[in-house]
């Protein structure tokens, strides 16, 4: 929630301040359906639709102030709202409303951290995450963890681009201790315009794979990219590496603040030891930081989630909490977050894992070892979908899980999409004796897996957001089973 004169918020985008001196006292939102009486819409382009139609039911709804890149009159002329319902709104053309969406946000920041230095505002940390894998899992347990020390602001789902963050800093409020923030990059230059946005305290890193390759030259560019949110932080700033990743590790150089090294194999400040993984795929182990020990048994399922906690505790711990603070919450921590290794119990005893949010090498893999995890006790059914924005090499990088299957003993394989195509290709080359298909999107392997599945299967989904197997995953939950 924004607290600024209409004036201020002029200045901040760029533009003379004028002469309206009106306090906005309100919310601000990219989505038409959540403004309210008071608050401040951005209307930002899409692939689908425009910000801009929405402007006559901002105007109905009670919304103060819009940010627009189209002209007044040629809303109207469009049909998208009346010129009675546009006065009744304060208009701010801008060339870019994207970017000014970045600069309220960084405003309100900066106004929240002055107020905290005035006495009259509690923000402590401002907190990032960033990694090719586990920064929406790691976001959550740091907020559950945070959360019991005080008031804590964090992403929903997974807000993490130019767009999710800002919206997100603009959630804070002056009695927001804690505020953390999930930063994905998906090009050259994304890290850094975040973190010019929001000016961070400390800063993840969970190791670096092979996402968004589309958009790199290679997986040492990305780590390049990665790089610059610890290359942000100032002097009294922390950065949290994982030592079990050379590459996040080797990010040691590139930072003026301190460190703060998580391992589950070496001996950091924050480390895990006496590692378990029981038979649902649930890590276990002894959390030693720097105030003692304690013991963790994770109700997450899949064993990388022992990194993702190790990097929450250690934020956590900068945050003032101790061993056994750090364990009692994360032993009680669920997922907070849809189409992340959730667990769903169907009718004929078939249970499905619903990974489906997004896929990359490194995640499916890890999601796959889960699956194997099973596959003695079970029948298990990985149903794959193509992993996106891996440019040039994705067919290469699809044939290597496909090869991973085979190798894993996983007995049935279903791959959606075209990429998908080449992991059936590859795992039936390797293992003759599994049963494999191929489909050219979620609809179609929904009617698959209702001839293929079995009672007692376990089935896993997992692809990229816009492979659409989400929605496959979906509707099986919303039905309570397969057929």
Same mark, same amino acid.
């Given at each position: 929630?924004?607290?600024?004169?209409?004036?201020?918020?002029?200045?901040?985008?760029?533009?003379?301040?004028?002469?309206?001196?009106?306090?906005?006292?309100?919310?601000?939102?990219?989505?038409?359906?959540?403004?309210?009486?008071?608050?401040?819409?951005?209307?930002?382009?899409?692939?689908?639709?425009?910000?801009?139609?929405?402007?006559?039911?901002?105007?109905?709804?009670?919304?103060?102030?819009?940010?627009?890149?189209?002209?007044?009159?040629?809303?109207?002329?469009?049909?998208?709202?009346?010129?009675?319902?546009?006065?009744?709104?304060?208009?701010?053309?801008?060339?870019?409303?994207?970017?000014?969406?970045?600069?309220?946000?960084?405003?309100?920041?900066?106004?929240?951290?002055?107020?905290?230095?005035?006495?009259?505002?509690?923000?402590?940390?401002?907190?990032?995450?960033?990694?090719?894998?586990?920064?929406?899992?790691?976001?959550?347990?740091?907020?559950?963890?945070?959360?019991?020390?005080?008031?804590?602001?964090?992403?929903?789902?997974?807000?993490?681009?130019?767009?999710?963050?800002?919206?997100?800093?603009?959630?804070?409020?002056?009695?927001?201790?804690?505020?953390?923030?999930?930063?994905?990059?998906?090009?050259?230059?994304?890290?850094?315009?975040?973190?010019?946005?929001?000016?961070?305290?400390?800063?993840?890193?969970?190791?670096?794979?092979?996402?968004?390759?589309?958009?790199?030259?290679?997986?040492?560019?990305?780590?390049?990219?990665?790089?610059?949110?610890?290359?942000?932080?100032?002097?009294?700033?922390?950065?949290?590496?994982?030592?079990?990743?050379?590459?996040?590790?080797?990010?040691?150089?590139?930072?003026?603040?301190?460190?703060?090294?998580?391992?589950?194999?070496?001996?950091?400040?924050?480390?895990?030891?006496?590692?378990?993984?029981?038979?649902?795929?649930?890590?276990?182990?002894?959390?030693?930081?720097?105030?003692?020990?304690?013991?963790?048994?994770?109700?997450?399922?899949?064993?990388?989630?022992?990194?993702?906690?190790?990097?929450?505790?250690?934020?956590?711990?900068?945050?003032?909490?101790?061993?056994?603070?750090?364990?009692?919450?994360?032993?009680?921590?669920?997922?907070?977050?849809?189409?992340?290794?959730?667990?769903?119990?169907?009718?004929?005893?078939?249970?499905?894992?619903?990974?489906?949010?997004?896929?990359?090498?490194?995640?499916?893999?890890?999601? $796959? %070892?889960?699956? *194997?995890?099973?596959?003695?006790?079970?029948? @298990? !059914?990985?149903?794959?979908?193509?992993? /996106?924005?891996? &440019?040039?090499?994705?067919?290469?990088?699809?044939?290597?899980?496909?090869?991973?299957?085979?190798?894993?003993?996983?007995?049935?394989?279903?791959?959606?999409?075209?990429?998908?195509?080449?992991?059936?290709?590859?795992?039936?080359?390797?293992?003759?004796?599994?049963?494999?298909?191929?489909? $050219? %999107?979620?609809? *179609?392997?929904?009617?698959?897996?209702?001839? @293929? !599945?079995?009672?007692?299967?376990?089935? /896993?989904?997992? &692809?990229?957001?816009?492979?659409?197997?989400?929605?496959?995953?979906?509707?099986?939950?919303?039905?309570?089973?397969?057929?």
């Amino acid at each position: 929630m924004i607290d600024m004169t209409i004036d201020a918020l002029r200045e901040i985008v760029g533009l003379e301040p004028g002469t309206n001196s009106t306090r906005v006292q309100g919310g601000v939102f990219t989505d038409s359906r959540l403004v309210g009486a008071g608050d401040v819409f951005v209307a930002l382009p899409g692939e689908n639709t425009d910000g801009h139609h929405f402007l006559g039911s901002v105007a109905r709804r009670g919304g103060k102030v819009a940010f627009i890149t189209t002209p007044p009159e040629e809303i109207v002329e469009a049909g998208w709202a009346t010129a009675e319902e546009l006065s009744e709104l304060t208009l701010i053309q801008v060339p870019d409303t994207q970017l000014a969406l970045g600069e309220i946000a960084k405003a309100h920041l900066d106004q929240l951290r002055r107020r905290t230095r005035n006495g009259n505002g509690k923000l402590k940390l401002v907190v990032g995450i960033t990694g090719s894998a586990g920064k929406t899992t790691t976001k959550d347990l740091t907020k559950q963890l945070l959360s019991t020390k005080g008031n804590t602001v964090a992403p929903q789902a997974s807000f993490n681009n130019e767009v999710g963050l800002p919206l997100t800093v603009l959630k804070a409020d002056p009695d927001t201790e804690y505020l953390v923030l999930e930063m994905g990059a998906s090009q050259p230059g994304d890290i850094e315009y975040l973190t010019n946005i929001a000016t961070l305290d400390v800063a993840a890193v969970l190791m670096v794979g092979t996402a968004h390759l589309e958009s790199y030259d290679s997986v040492e560019a990305l780590a390049a990219e990665k790089s610059q949110i610890v290359a942000s932080l100032g002097p009294s700033g922390v950065a949290v590496l994982n030592a079990d990743d050379s590459r996040v590790e080797a990010m040691s150089g590139r930072t003026s603040g301190r460190l703060m090294y998580f391992s589950n194999r070496k001996a950091t400040p924050i480390r895990a030891t006496n590692v378990k993984v029981d038979e649902e795929s649930r890590g276990a182990f002894t959390l030693t930081t720097p105030t003692g020990e304690a013991p963790v048994a994770l109700k997450l399922i899949g064993a990388h989630h022992i990194s993702n906690a190790l990097a929450a505790a250690a934020i956590a711990h900068l945050a003032g909490m101790n061993a056994t603070e750090i364990a009692a919450v994360l032993n009680e921590a669920t997922p907070q977050s849809e189409h992340r290794m959730h667990l769903m119990h169907l009718a004929d005893g078939v249970d499905l894992i619903d990974d489906a949010y997004n896929a990359n090498p490194d995640s499916v893999k890890a999601a $796959l %070892d889960v699956l *194997a995890k099973y596959a003695s006790q079970r029948r @298990v !059914v990985a149903v794959l979908g193509d992993m /996106l924005e891996l &440019g040039p090499i994705a067919p290469q990088l699809h044939g290597e899980i496909g090869r991973y299957c085979a190798s894993i003993g996983i007995p049935v394989l279903i791959g959606v999409g075209p990429l998908a195509k080449n992991i059936e290709s590859a795992y039936s080359a390797l293992r003759r004796d599994g049963e494999h298909h191929h489909t $050219l %999107d979620e609809v *179609a392997a929904g009617r698959l897996l209702q001839e @293929v !599945v079995r009672p007692r299967d376990l089935i /896993l989904i997992k &692809g990229s957001n816009d492979s659409n197997l989400w929605k496959l995953a979906q509707a099986i939950e919303e039905r309570g089973r397969v057929r």
